[in-house]
């Protein structure tokens, strides 16, 4: 079969990639966590060992993998892939996008991670969908080494910060949390 790569490719340079913990048809043929003592995190720990931790700088994961069918690793996963980030001194990123806001009867899937993301992606239901709004959030420890002279955060977009993207966002996270959005889809599932 042809890969990712051959159909699509080149990827983006400088990215590697890990197996995804998909228990379905584990990658790694273990028949199912706890039995398998998550190979798929132990990946991670051996991948950044083989480039060298010190050209890594971040693991970013999709909680609920979207494109890979919706599926969703045990949780402990992220806890353990968490942990190896802190290990390696590394990022940890959660690409939220698809999850954020409500959409998984939680605000984040995130939001009780120990350790937690240090960089969170958001889009889609930051505005419900009714403008196009994106957004990164850092920890403080990031945002600091962005202050001070020469450090400035060197990026942009075309339409970075439109008030009225921002302005519908800032009322849709109102009502999610106001109106307690995702408690009330939680109390649904029974
Ligand atoms: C998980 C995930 N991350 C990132 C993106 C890209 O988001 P954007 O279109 O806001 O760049 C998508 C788009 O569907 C996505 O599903």
Redesign the pocket.
């Known amino acids: 079969m042809e890969s990712d790569d051959e159909k699509f490719g080149p990827l983006l340079p400088g990215f590697v990639q890990i197996e995804p913990p998909y228990c379905y048809r584990c990658p790694h043929e273990k028949s199912g966590y706890p039995e398998c003592d998550l190979p798929c995190a132990q990946a991670l720990d051996e991948r950044i060992r083989s480039e060298g931790p010190q050209t890594v700088a971040a693991f970013i994961l999709?909680p609920i993998m979207?494109?890979y069918g919706i599926t969703a690793p045990p949780e402990a996963y992220y806890r353990a892939v968490g942990e190896i980030c802190r290990k390696q001194g590394i990022l940890f990123i959660a690409?939220e996008?698809?999850?954020g806001f409500g959409r998984t009867v939680k605000l984040f899937v995130s939001e009780d991670w120990t350790p937690a993301p240090d960089i969170l992606?958001l889009?889609?239901a930051i505005s419900s969908g009714y403008l196009?709004l994106?957004a990164t959030l850092a920890t403080e420890a990031i945002y600091q080494r962005f202050l001070g002279e020469g450090n400035q955060f060197k990026h942009g977009s075309t339409a970075n910060g439109h008030p009225v993207c921002a302005a519908v966002g800032l009322r849709n996270i109102d009502i999610l949390v106001n109106e307690r959005l995702p408690e009330n889809a939680a109390s649904k599932m029974g």
């Open positions: 999709e979207g494109a690409d996008v698809t999850t992606c889009s889609k196009p994106a």
